[in-house]
């Protein structure tokens, strides 16, 4: 049974760090996350692909979060850095089966339970 258990979640001062971590039970084509705030969409944040580490990330967050991938351990991480207000939200991992060249739009056949992310200001 697949399975993506995401952690790392909290509170954090605007500016400050934080870093989410799934674990993902099989192999993918690629992982991605997704985050949701109150009363908004589900928006794509980032997705890396499983071989190869091509990574793609949405402009608001370009140049502050990072996605990583350990094969060994099969987790796929969200650094996120110079955190702002407007990324408060709960943020999901994802795993997609089959090759897409539009990450960022494609369709993910797994998701994880979630994980808050508060940023105060």
């Known amino acids: 049974q697949v399975q993506l258990v995401e952690s790392g979640g909290g509170l954090v001062q605007a500016g400050g760090s934080l870093r989410l971590s799934c674990a993902a039970s099989?192999?993918?084509?690629?992982m991605g996350w997704f985050r949701q705030a109150p009363g908004k969409e589900r928006e794509f944040v980032a997705a890396?692909?499983?071989?190869?580490?091509?990574?793609i990330y949405a402009d608001s967050v370009k140049g502050r979060f990072t996605i990583s991938r350990d094969n060994a351990k099969t987790t796929v991480d969200l650094q996120m850095n110079s955190l702002k207000s407007e990324d408060t939200a709960v943020y999901y991992c994802?795993?997609?089966?089959?090759?897409?060249?539009?990450?960022?739009?494609?369709?993910?056949?797994?998701w994880g339970q979630g994980t808050q992310v508060t940023v105060s200001s």
């Open positions: 890396i692909k499983w071989n190869g580490g091509n990574t």
């Open positions: 099989g192999s993918y084509y690629a």
């Open positions: 994802a795993a997609r089966l089959l090759p897409s060249d539009d990450l960022g739009n494609s369709f993910y056949h797994y």
